[in-house]
């Protein structure tokens, strides 16, 4: 089991829905959690971050953490073109401070 | 202000030979990450540094592969004796102490012929 899982995709959606981008990890005592973007031949660019459990929200974006269910995931509302690029889950396992990541989700945001 | 820098931006290098890849943090971040990415592997962390010292080094994939960082500042990932599994992008992130929120450079792209 990889420690961090994300479906590559790519993702379909409509210009003006609702992007949904979900990530599980498997270290239990994990406490931080990031999103990151990242277009095709750039390097990751820091989205959000989440410590706890519930909602998070910035503009457009919501993270959303469950630490029973080991479960975060990323909403993007009224998505747009320019959101079409890879999303990266990264976990921050308990005792260190690397980051962990999935091998992203490519979102595809359709006009 | 200004972001994290890296250089060169793109290394090609013969297989045997040893390259220098370098990364500037962003001034005041105290720690400094090195990660590669590669389309088989995702994205990997190599090594760690808070201030001068590399308390994490797990990520080091063999002996040839070393980092160092001065001054609590610039720091420079080598690789000797180059092999063609080394080709990759090379991506720097820097954080501010107390926080946990890394911000990555535009990578070095190394390819190993």
């Known amino acids: 089991q990889k420690e961090v899982e994300q479906n590559s995709g790519p993702l379909s959606v409509p210009e003006g829905a609702i992007a949904s981008l979900n990530c599980t990890y498997s270290?239990?005592?994990?406490?931080?959690f990031f999103w990151y973007r990242q277009y095709s031949g750039k390097s990751p660019e820091l989205i959000m971050s989440i410590y706890s459990n519930g909602d998070k929200e910035d503009g457009r974006f919501t993270a959303q953490l469950n630490k029973a269910s080991q479960y975060v995931s990323l909403l993007i509302r009224d998505s747009q073109p320019s959101d079409s690029a890879t999303y990266l889950c990264?976990?921050?396992?308990?005792?260190?401070?690397?980051?962990?990541f999935g091998t992203g989700t490519r979102l595809k945001v359709l006009a | 202000g200004a972001g994290v820098s890296q250089s060169p931006s793109n290394k090609v290098t013969e297989k045997g030979k040893d390259v220098e890849l370098r990364c500037d943090p962003i001034s005041g971040h105290t720690a400094l990450y090195w990660y590669r990415q590669s389309l088989g592997q995702g994205l990997e962390f190599l090594i760690y540094f808070q201030g001068n010292s590399a308390p994490d080094k797990s990520g080091l994939p063999s002996d040839r592969f070393s980092a160092e960082r001065t001054g609590g500042s610039v720091s420079t990932l080598t690789i000797q004796r180059t092999q063609q599994e080394d080709s990759a992008v090379y991506l720097c992130?820097?954080?501010?102490?107390?926080?946990?929120?890394?911000?990555f450079g535009p990578g070095t792209r190394l390819t190993v012929t």
């Open positions: 992130a820097s954080s501010l102490g107390g926080r946990l929120e890394q911000y």
């Open positions: 990264a976990v921050m396992p308990s005792g260190t401070y690397k980051y962990i």
């Open positions: 270290d239990r005592g994990s406490q931080s």
